[in-house]
């Protein structure tokens, strides 16, 4: 069974900063990519940003310059630091993981509960 732990929301003013972390725990036996999606009320869920196991990232257009994913391998963790943080960036954000169980070509996304993130102007 895996289990994805995100914390670092809250509340923040406008131009302000917050740091998101998501573990991932359980028989993991590999860990494709992992990143952050949000959802705003009324929205889709959409990728924020992510990394895949060779460090390469993709950022959404709108925080590009804004927002930096990184991540611990060694502690199945993915951070997300967001700075100049907008109204617009109000969201409940999610984090994923691709990995697999056992040795194979089977990866499965795995989904965290989602902490909420809101910016007042």
């Known amino acids: 069974q895996v289990q994805l732990v995100e914390s670092g929301g809250g509340l923040v003013q406008a131009g302000g900063s917050l740091r998101l972390s998501c573990a991932a725990s359980?028989?993991?036996?590999?860990?494709?990519?992992m990143g952050w999606y949000r959802q705003a009320p009324g929205s889709e869920r959409d990728l924020v940003a992510y990394?895949?196991?060779?460090?390469?990232?993709n950022y959404a257009n709108a925080v590009k310059g804004r927002f930096t994913i990184s991540r611990d391998i060694a502690k199945n963790t993915v951070y997300l630091q967001m700075n100049s943080l907008k109204p617009e960036d109000t969201a409940l954000y999610y984090c994923?993981?691709?990995?697999?169980?056992?040795?194979?070509?089977?990866?499965?996304?795995?989904w965290g509960q989602g902490t909420q993130v809101t910016v007042s102007s």
């Open positions: 994923n993981a691709v990995l697999s169980l056992a040795s194979g070509p089977y990866y499965t996304p795995y």
């Open positions: 359980g028989t993991i036996f590999s860990i494709r990519a």
């Open positions: 990394i895949d196991s060779g460090s390469n990232t």
